[in-house]
C-alpha cells in the first residue's frame, strides 16, 4: 500500500477486484440511486467493499468464486466501498436499513427489494470458499423466472 502526506492507502487494486469480474462502482449517492431505480427488475448483488483484511482474504475472492460457479448469476452486481465512497455506502445503507451496517457485507436484491443480506460476521474467520457458497445459496434461493 502506498502513502503519502495526508493520503490513505492505495485502494485502486481494491475496487479493481471487483470491477474486474464485472461489478459496477457506485461512487456517489446519485449513482447509488440511478442504479436502484435502473436495476429494479431481476436480481442485483450489491457488495460493500472494505479495506479490511476479512474484504481481502475472503469476501472479493468470495465474488469471483461463486460467479465461476453459479448457474443462476445475478443479472446485476455493484459496489459502494465502506470508509472511502462514505456517501455512496451511506446512501446504499438507506436501501436495507433495517440491516445494520456492516463491511464487507452482501446485500441481495430481487426486483428492487432487498431479500437477502450477508453481513461481516458470516465473512470475518470464513475461508472464502465458505463465503463463495453461501453466495451461491443466495443466488440459487432468489433467481426465479428473472435471473439468467
Known sequence: MQFGFGVGPDTSWMREELTDLGVEELKTPEDVDRIMKEYNQG???MVINSVCG???GNARPAVGLSLEKAENKPN???TVFAG???EATAR???YFSEYPPSSPAFAFF???EIKAMIPRH??????KEEVAEDLL???NAFSGEDAE
Open 76 to 78: 446485476h452486481m455493484v
Open 43 to 45: 436480481t442485483m448483488l
Open 84 to 86: 472511502q465512497d462514505k
Open 137 to 139: 445459496m443466495v443466488y
Open 110 to 112: 430481487v426486483d428492487g
Open 92 to 94: 446504499a445503507r438507506e
Open 54 to 56: 476479512c474484504a481481502a
Open 122 to 127: 458470516r465473512i470475518e474467520g470464513r475461508t
